[in-house]
């Protein structure tokens, strides 16, 4: 089975630009979380989707937002970004959601200037 | 809102030494999972953790969870070289809510 992928795998945007972060989880898992890392802050969880509702949510203010589609691919949108908002992110997978292991993928690593 | 703390921080050790990491949640946990990080990769998860007490073991790697599921450890014996990383728990309640992690460093 093809793991956990996400699109792009670096990328560079400038403060106040929007951005798109794409995961593909793997096949027959309807849930996907997404996680900011950033060496100070550790893991932190921004939102769970679980068959396009998103089912949980961290504690992020609103211009980080997500979705996710039929197929079980999952967004992730960062709106007027911030220079804090370099970090990589990270989405994770799983059957049913939390408890359930998580699988993650290779994250994107993200460079505001 | 909930927290998962871990220490310590950074751990540096001789090849051949014992490893432990704490984990401490602010409220108590269903169950508790265990995660490795390797430098430059991904979490990958190690082992799920679910009753009071409970006791499981990976080769070198012993797992805890407290009698009042509210912390856990890891407990490396004989370190490698290989054990080389970033160890986090991660406790759930209504999500999934991971600690802030102990870098290991593993001198040959």
């Known amino acids: 089975k093809a793991g956990v992928t996400q699109t792009p795998r670096y990328l560079i945007k400038t403060r106040g630009q929007q951005v798109t972060l794409s995961c593909s989880p793997i096949?027959?898992?309807?849930?996907v979380s997404w996680y900011q890392q950033t060496p100070g802050q550790g893991l932190q969880f921004l939102f769970e989707?679980?068959?396009?509702?998103?089912?949980n949510k961290g504690n992020f203010p609103g211009r980080f937002s997500g979705r996710q589609f039929s197929n079980s691919r999952s967004e992730m949108n960062v709106s007027t970004l911030e220079l804090g908002d370099s970090a990589l992110y990270l989405c994770?997978?799983?059957?049913?959601?939390?408890?359930?292991?998580?699988?993650f993928g290779p994250g994107t690593r993200l460079t505001v200037l | 809102g909930q927290q998962v703390m871990q220490i310590p921080q950074y751990q540096h050790v001789q090849e051949g030494e014992d490893f432990t990491t704490y984990c401490n949640s602010s409220?108590?946990?269903?169950?508790i999972q265990w995660y490795k990080q390797r430098p430059g990769g991904h979490p990958v998860f190690l082992i799920q953790?679910?009753?009071?007490?409970e006791v499981k073991k990976q080769k070198r790697l012993t797992f805890q969870f407290g009698e009042a599921k509210k912390n856990s450890s890891l407990h490396i014996t004989a370190t490698q070289t290989t054990d080389v990383g970033t160890y986090f728990c991660?406790?759930?309640?209504?999500?999934?809510?991971f600690g802030t992690g102990t870098r290991l460093q593993v001198f040959p």
């Open positions: 096949s027959g898992h309807r849930s």
């Open positions: 994770a997978s799983s059957l049913r959601g939390p408890p359930d292991t998580q699988y």
């Open positions: 989707y679980f068959s396009e509702t998103q089912r």
């Open positions: 409220t108590t946990l269903s169950n």
């Open positions: 991660a406790g759930h309640t209504d999500k999934l809510i």
């Open positions: 953790l679910v009753k009071s007490g």
